[in-house]
């Protein structure tokens, strides 16, 4: 029985609260506990960084759990209902740091509430993406779900991205402390109400029922699905990529780039680099899939971000005085990251069906538990690479200009933020596509070759 129109909303409306959630998170937690509250940027690296390893043991963990529950509203829904209602609160209290705390502390706190925030997500995240092999058929049907999933995800994300800084400063009436925690408060609040819509319209309709395994057996299965590592691997490295600039990028608007309205100039490239990637899931990555296959373009998007951070750099050397300038490699970037979020879901949905025909198991949410684990973890990477060019660069609240920098600690403090949300970039993509080139195996062909097989 093929989608209807309201299961498909509904799912989509769960991917655009969930990603708003985790954008609000990903990008601004490090400028929030460093600019804003004087968490030292290395320690704040540290954090993020040492909660992804915590994540390596709890996401499989959760994906076992998941596969183990039985009730009459499925396996899925309870654990997805149950997550965003904690994580909705976590993250309310994650940006809502009481003014009491101070030095130490406050670390400790920054550092519970995240550990806290990535449990509780992994708890919704899991079986929301978990869904997809389980309540559609393959091929064309599955492939449209993921892509409207992830189209509506970057509609979240691209919502966050676009608004925070503008809502922080009216909420909080220029007091970003105020700001954050009041905008926190709203996101969760929406969040709740979004995937609440998702629960109560989604339903199982098909899977195949296996005896639950261990978390040795888990983790035995992915290591013998080949093709599940591949993506995996694939994922962090661009995640990795992407989330360095996404880090960054508001540090280079406020000091490099600086002025009186610098949140203006973040916001409007924001804008547009939102309707880029919106426009990309949407639009762009449907007419692709006309004339190319998958993998195809995926090489094609590769090459537009590479093209589109090489761009950047070059103008970064230039007189920035005006931001349009930076829509030129904005519009390589954002587009080819849209194009990638859709891809990377459609490869790692295609590697359940393969690790039932090669393994004899379909593992849903062991394989949808990594891609969890691997988008946090290359959360955490980035963020310490960006702590690290913080605190080697001297960026702090007391700076507010790209003179004050050069004047403080010399023009290499500039160059060298500008060469982390670039350079490193470039290196993680061109890595990416040479592993996947070489490992990668489930064309088109294979894909309908393995369901054929499993259907017999």
């Given at each position: 029985m093929k989608l209807t129109g309201k299961e498909k909303f509904s799912y989509g409306l769960g991917a655009v609260g969930k990603d708003m959630v985790y954008m609000l998170s990903a990008s601004y937690i490090l400028y929030y506990y460093q600019d804003i509250l004087g968490v030292n940027a290395f320690a704040m690296g540290i954090i993020l960084m040492a909660a992804r390893v915590f994540d390596a043991f709890n996401d499989p963990i959760m994906g076992v759990i998941v596969a183990k529950t039985r009730t009459k509203w499925g396996k899925f829904r309870p654990w997805l209902l149950i997550g965003t209602l904690l994580n909705a609160g976590v993250l309310y209290f994650m940006f809502a740091a009481p003014t009491i705390l101070k030095g130490g502390d406050l670390v400790v706190y920054a550092a519970v509430t995240y550990i806290l925030w990535g449990v509780t997500y992994t708890m919704m995240d899991i079986p929301?993406?978990?869904?997809?092999?389980?309540?559609?058929?393959?091929?064309?049907?599955?492939?449209?779900?993921?892509?409207?999933?992830?189209?509506?995800?970057g509609v979240g994300s691209a919502i966050v991205t676009i608004i925070t800084m503008q809502c922080v400063y009216i909420l909080g009436q220029g007091n970003e402390r105020v700001g954050f925690q009041l905008f926190s408060l709203i996101i969760a609040v929406l969040f709740v109400i979004f995937i609440g819509i998702t629960c109560l319209n989604i339903k199982e309709k098909s899977t195949v029922d296996v005896d639950s395994p261990s978390v040795g057996q888990m983790f035995k299965a992915l290591?013998?699905?080949?093709q599940a590592m591949t993506v995996v691997i694939t994922i962090v490295l661009i995640n990795s990529a992407i989330?360095?600039?996404?880090?960054?990028v508001i540090y280079f608007f406020k000091y490099d780039m600086g002025g009186e309205g610098w949140h203006n100039a973040y916001t409007l490239f924001n804008t547009f680099g939102g309707a880029m990637q919106i426009l990309s899931m949407m639009l762009f990555f449907p007419l692709l899939r006309k004339f190319f296959n998958t993998i195809r373009i995926f090489y094609i998007s590769i090459i537009m971000a590479v093209v589109g951070y090489a761009v950047l750099l070059a103008l970064t050397f230039t007189n920035m005085s005006n931001v349009f300038i930076l829509f030129i490699p904005g519009?390589?970037?954002?587009?080819?990251n849209g194009c990638l979020?859709?891809?990377t879901t459609v490869f790692l949905a295609n590697t359940v069906d393969y690790g039932q025909w090669k393994n004899n198991r379909r593992d849903e949410s062991v394989i949808f538990s990594m891609q969890t684990f691997v988008v946090k973890l290359a959360s955490g990477v980035s963020a310490l690479i960006a702590s690290v060019c913080l605190s080697i660069c001297n960026l702090s609240s007391d700076t507010t200009n790209v003179t004050e920098i050069v004047e403080a600690s010399g023009e290499s403090s500039v160059i060298?933020?500008?060469?982390?949300?670039?350079?490193?970039?470039?290196?993680?993509?061109?890595?990416?596509?040479?592993?996947f080139h070489k490992k990668y195996i489930l064309t088109d062909e294979k894909i309908a070759e393995i369901n054929d097989a499993i259907k017999e």
């Open positions: 929301y993406w978990s869904m997809i092999p389980a309540f559609t058929q393959g091929g064309k049907e599955r492939e449209g779900l993921s892509t409207l999933a992830r189209s509506c995800a290591l013998q699905n080949d989330y360095i600039t996404s880090n960054l519009f390589f970037i954002f587009v080819a979020t859709v891809l060298g933020l500008r060469m982390t949300m670039t350079v490193i970039p470039i290196f993680g993509l061109v890595a990416a596509v040479w592993y």
